[in-house]
């Protein structure tokens, strides 16, 4: 681009949202061109720059996001729509330049709404501030992932995220009512009033998970829930995973925890007597029930007898509490991998009857064709017909090469060979995280033909191929 | 660009973490990305890895931080973006780099005492020239008496109310808390702190109105090897401890603390409020308190971001009054100045003196 027409589109970007809100700024760009994704990371580390962004730019509304969208459309510029910048996958990358639209002014609670059980907020509000929202007024919102202070409302949504309550609370896509998205064209839309109707395809979930390439959401109502009478943790020893898989499947079809979380014996051996301090041998599970109290006493009886015929140790409620307590720690820098290594989170999900097998298939192929990686995992999402593998490899960082387009190369291999491996085995490419530019060649391997119907929608809603070029496989 | 060995490990470990984020009150008045501990940590990690310049953008964005020690306090590991950050601004200043309106308070600094090059206000300076010398010393501090000297008048009025024998300095030095806050542990910096240590030894006992000059007399005065023989108190203790054995009407008020960030974070200093509001009304409290307080104000930034410091006020009224809070009180001038800038319709922020005073 010319200097004439930077400044042209400059100044138009500055009429749209106000020349303090749109910035060329070298430490804007540069901040907004690093994610947690693995790759910008190491990049950095090696000391060099990512793709940046030409234009950052801080809508406050879905009107100044449209007039945003329709600049950009008009010159056929790139637009990468950043929350928090902590994904994991490269989804906030502006790979190919163009604009960064950065939501977080759009930050304002509209709506506390205690009769519909729901907040109306901009999706750039950080998702704890809107915790503190519900907890200031006797709620909660029950969405605890470990980037709860890190993330946006809007990345959440866009990328599918999920909490470690999920098996009572659900996932982001549970938690959410009504949405407002602006269009690549500009349009300003509503999704339906409430979800689980039948007028038809449910609009929310086209743009849930969408990764910013169908458009930018720019409000939502988020639901909230009564904080529970009580909450009571429960720490368990499995002697090996097939027996825990068979006990949390069977505790699922009776009633829903809220927490559930099983670690493998490496991570139980690794992280788990780090944090939580369990020396013993085994697959450790967490598990955390809350409600009304009557009913967690009953439910605590149950759970009991349950793990009980499986053999599991009771550990009594210390541990769990603590793993409670220290949830968030475990993704401190200190605490977590970091560069040097080389690491990953190769999340998926199966139904149980494939689940085992996946986590077998999958730890064998990283741990031959990469013997230079470990490979350990949990199991923290839990529902009556599956549950989800969070398992992550681990290079030291001696065996990663200084060489930073070698060092791409092996993280991509191993990547490549751990999600194939999901796949062929009845997993998918992803449970939420989402896919960005990390996983998006991996899309047509799993969707296959049904891949037209996302790149229908797509050319459908972007026929200029605007936003956020290169994610999500389209 | 050369940074020291400790002050890059924390860039370098804080540059891809965003744990803090929501808790950053810069950031989240500005709802910008740049102004969060990992933004400024992977600018300079970059800037260290000579990716990128040392440039006016960079130096102006570690500028954008009130060392308030927020993230420092969330993270569980133990990182210090506040050393880094100071440690950046000192760099830029031995580089000859500092932004003009650094430099113009800096200079002001080595040349009238103060940041802010202001002379003393005239009811004040009658005030404490009334007053008998005694070997106990009420600092007042710089914002105190350039920003809100009507405070420290009241101040002074409450500790003679209460009987309290006690000098002020008429000329009063320097504590260096504004060339700290600025440029950290220059030499010029340093050389202020033993002007006003010597002054300070020349009392038995120092009461400190600000907080932040207590903080810097007891920790880096101390770092910097500057010897305090005096007993340094902050004015909240100190009345906490008076009040013990007074006599004073319980109202039907109900007072917010808003938690001096200094008191505390870097001080560990969160009970005399709450003891001294418990004796005249009742205490509520915001969901952030006590070291999770989140920063109310800063009179040296807002000297250069006044509608980031407004915005950063107004936040904190929010907080109150989602919990149905009415009156707030506060122990920093600082924050007395922005909160008071900023006070919405049927809210009162109150000075602990002034508190006090309505309860007499």
Sequence with gaps: MNDFLFDVIATELEDAVGRENCSTRTIDKITHSVDYFWLSRMWADRGLRMPEGDFIVAPKDAKETAAVL???NYYKIPVTTWGGGGGTQGGAIPVSGGIVLDTKRMNAITDFNER??????????????????????????MHYPSSLTCSTVGGFLAHRGIGVSSTKYGKIDDMVLQMEVVLPNGTIIETSPAPKHAAGPDLNQIFIGSEGTLGVITRAQMRIYEQPEARRFRGFLFHNMTDAFSAGRELLQKFKPSVMRLYDEAETASLIKKIVGVEKKGAFMNVAIEGVSEMVDLEEKILLSTFGKYGAEDLGSEYGEKWWKEKITFFYPGHMMDIPQCFGTMDTIAPYDKIEKIYWEMKKAIETNFPQAKFIAHFSHWYEWGCMIYDRFIVDGKDVPQDPHEAFRLHQAIWNCGVRTALKNGGVVNDHHGVGIKLGRLMKEQYGPAMQ?????????DPNGIMNPFKLGL | MKFTKKSQEHMDACRFCWMCRHICPIGNATGQERNTARARALGLSLVAREAVAYSEDIINNVYECALCGACVKECVTGWDPVAFTKEARLVAALDGKLPPYVLKMVTAALETGNVYGATPDDKLTAKIKGLKKS?????????????????????????LALGVDFAVLENEPDSAYGLDFLVGAAAETKAAAEKCAKVLNGYKKVICYDPADAKIFRREYKEWGVDVKAEVLTFTAFLADLLKDKKVKKSDLVFTPQD??????????TEPIRAILARIGEVSEMLCNRRDTMLAGNLIMNEYMPLVMLRVASDRWTNAKNVGAKTVVTESPAEYAMLKATEPDGMTVLTVEEAVAKCL
């Design chain 1, 116 to 141: 519909g059980m729901y907040i109306e907020c901009g999706t750039g509000t950080i998702y704890k501030h809107l915790e503190w929202a519900a907890n200031e007024r006797g709620y909660a919102t």
């Design chain 2, 260 to 269: 001096s960030a200094i008191l505390a974070r870097d001080l560990e200093e």
């Design chain 1, 70 to 72: 329709k600049i950009a």
């Design chain 1, 453 to 461: 119907v996302f790149e229908g929608i797509k050319k459908s809603l």
């Design chain 2, 135 to 159: 070997d106990t010393l009420f600092f007042l501090g710089a914002d105190a008496r350039f920003k809100t000297s009507a405070n420290a008048v009241e101040a002074i009025d409450l500790l």
